[in-house]
């Protein structure tokens, strides 16, 4: 259900999206889930998380798919915490379709671990991302 | 400038649109390009191209880059016809970037024939095509 | 290890793989995964899937990220098989990164279930599908 | 013709380049043009010329498509230098699919400008990408 996301980041499908099969190739809703979740951290923390000293990484991602998507769908990519550690992050993710309903397509995971922006060693989640994500955690 | 085109359709960038230097690939730009133009043929002819007897198969495309973009910008599609001839249909388009005003990223051409979706040889734009191709021309 | 993959199949890095961050983003392991199974899929068949009665769509995926890629990269994907089931394959993946030796740079899984390719319904997995799949199962 | 392509850089097909119309869909062709490209310029130079001073930047592309692709599809692309200026190399590209023999599927552009990787402005191509792009001119 939607409102168990705290966030709902629109994103919109690509022609190119459509694989053969001509329905969103399975794919593409990592992209939607990388885009919702960095665009939504932008925001949120009003800084460019790229130029932190330290960056997300991400250790893990899952979907499953649920209901064929085709361009020019609109979406609404769900944005929950499960898990804010110290220096990871763990998203409950989901994509909903437009409608005259938001209609749910897919559910997910998503992982971030932060690491030093130079030596790639982990490191704690930055102050600004922590600040953000601790607004929609529990 | 924007009023050189009648249709200004907005696309998003996506995070991983941005390459190893840190700014949009110029890959991205042609599914800018690909996504506007379809978009806006669907939403201008009101029915899902990809079912009529003839599809728009890409013959030709160019970008000219001039000025970097970078995730997570908001872009318009800037669309114009320069030649609606009874085959094919020449797209004149431009890339730019929202902000206090829209800003000019790239400028491109799109050539779409037409082809029977079966046998894949060419023939006439379809009706519906013609039509909304017609509104924005000349 | 490479010995628990019956099949190595080789994927090419792309320019465009690497993201902001320079190294190959987590959305196109999964185009590594999709590619190398539908091609292995083909090869081994000796038929194109696609135009079969039943075709394959995804379920369910997921990837667990060891080690850093970047263009430009040669990889093999390790594809074994968990579990042939009477209407879905449960495919166990990884990716090595060619060198010296082959370096596991992530696992991952990938669930095909079968529908035809008209109605979309669930159907039993086609035969030239399942003795290419029983060939390397178990 | 192949031999007017001093390298043909192998490139293979992914089964998302597959577009709703089931053949490659016309933005791949570029990122194989850019993969092709970079590949070739890692490999004749021997550096990584993501860490060189100055960098490529794409300041114009073309692409002429004369023939349909499709997964699993292998393909050559032709690469060949039109123009070796001081700041600048225009290559001519071409896109081959491997068979019985190689066929034309594409003619393309790809302008490289090169800049300081800081402050982006124009400088003169490196010596390692100068000594390479003359082995291949005229």
């Known amino acids: 259900m939607t409102t168990d996301y705290p966030v709902l980041w629109p994103?919109?499908?690509r022609w190119a999206d459509n694989d053969h099969y001509g329905h969103v190739n399975n794919v593409a809703y990592y992209s939607y889930f990388d885009t919702a979740v960095n665009a939504w951290l932008i925001d949120a923390t009003g800084v460019d998380i790229r130029q932190l000293p330290a960056i997300g990484i991400v250790a893990e991602t899952s979907c499953s798919y649920t209901k064929e998507l085709?361009?020019?769908?609109?979406?609404?990519?769900?944005i929950a915490i499960d898990r804010l550690g110290s220096r990871s992050i763990v998203y409950r993710l989901a994509i909903f379709r437009e409608g005259t309903e938001l209609e749910l397509a897919a559910t997910g995971r998503f992982v971030h671990v932060y690491v030093d922006r130079q030596t790639r060693r982990p490191v704690p989640i930055p102050a600004d991302i922590r600040t953000a994500a601790e607004r929609i955690s529990g």
Do not use: C, K, W, Y
């Open 11 to 13: 994103v919109a499908t």
């Open 70 to 78: 085709s361009f020019p769908d609109m979406l609404r990519v769900g």
